[in-house]
T-cell receptor, first 116, second 110 residues
Framework: DTGVSQDPRHKITKRGQNVTFRCDPI?????LYWYRQTLGQGPEFLTY????????KSRLLSDRFSAERPKGSFSTLEIQRTEQGDSAMYLC??????????????FGPGTRLTVL | ELKVEQNPLFLSMQEGKNYTIYCNYS?????LYWYRQDPGKSLESLFV?????AVKQEGRLMASLDTKARLSTLHITAAVHDLSATYFC??????????FGKGTRLSVIA
């Protein structure tokens, strides 16, 4: 299967701990996105990369959040000093963006974070 | 700021009936997407609409786009239980990231 994969699928942590999530995009895709989805809401954009460059960050991405895509392939999202309000599904998506290509994003299965 | 509104947010419909979900967006956009999400699962891409008047159909679902009205519709024909899910529309342009509506939670009952 060559879809977007995420790891772990579920994470339970205590408030104040740090967590890190990983996303592996579809191999030929140059863009990678992170979203957060809370219960009953649509996904909210957090940040995205084109290759290894982080091109945009939402104001939702507080300074406790950091994302990397070091070699333009997989990406990590780290949350430091987790708070209960961070509990959500974290979705990763990838796309192939270019001048003549529409930017359809394909989503991974998500990482569900629960902060106790 | 780009905003996307869907209605209704909840829809309970009988098998065999037809219904339409509406998606309005606030500013000019290049592309509109429809996604399906089953409980606890990720998002599955259904349609990508790129231009005014675009219409796409897959099975019992048909999506259309009116860029002048900033409106997209997702029409369900002769609903079946397997269509029960949450449906999201999302909009982006070359200068903004993907913005989602709150979703329409569809329940098809016998």
């Amino acid at each position: 299967d060559t879809g977007v994969s995420q790891d772990p699928r579920h994470k339970i942590t205590k408030r104040g701990q740090n967590v890190t999530f990983r996303c592996d995009p579809i191999s030929e895709h140059n863009r990678l996105y992170w979203y957060r989805q809370t219960l009953g809401q649509g996904p909210e954009f957090l940040t995205y990369f084109q290759n290894e460059a982080q091109l945009e960050k939402s104001r939702l991405l507080s300074d406790r959040f950091s994302a990397e895509r070091p070699k333009g392939s997989f990406s990590t999202l780290e949350i430091q000093r987790t708070e209960q309000g961070d509990s959500a599904m974290y979705l990763c998506a990838s796309s192939l963006a270019g001048l003549a290509v529409y930017n359809e994003q394909f989503f991974g299965p998500g990482t569900r974070l629960t902060v106790l | 700021e780009l905003k996307v509104e869907q209605n209704p947010l909840f829809l309970s419909m009988q098998e065999g009936k037809n219904y339409t979900i509406y998606c309005n967006y606030s500013t000019t956009s290049d592309r509109l997407y429809w996604y399906r999400q089953d409980p606890g699962k990720s998002l599955e891409s259904l349609f990508v609409l790129l231009s005014n008047g675009a219409v796409k159909q897959e099975g019992r679902l048909m999506a259309s786009l009116d860029t002048k009205a900033r409106l997209s519709t997702l029409h369900i024909t002769a609903a079946v239980h397997d269509l029960s899910a949450t449906y999201f529309c999302a909009v982006d342009s070359r200068s903004t990231p993907l913005v989602f509506g709150k979703g329409t939670r569809l329940s098809v009952i016998a």
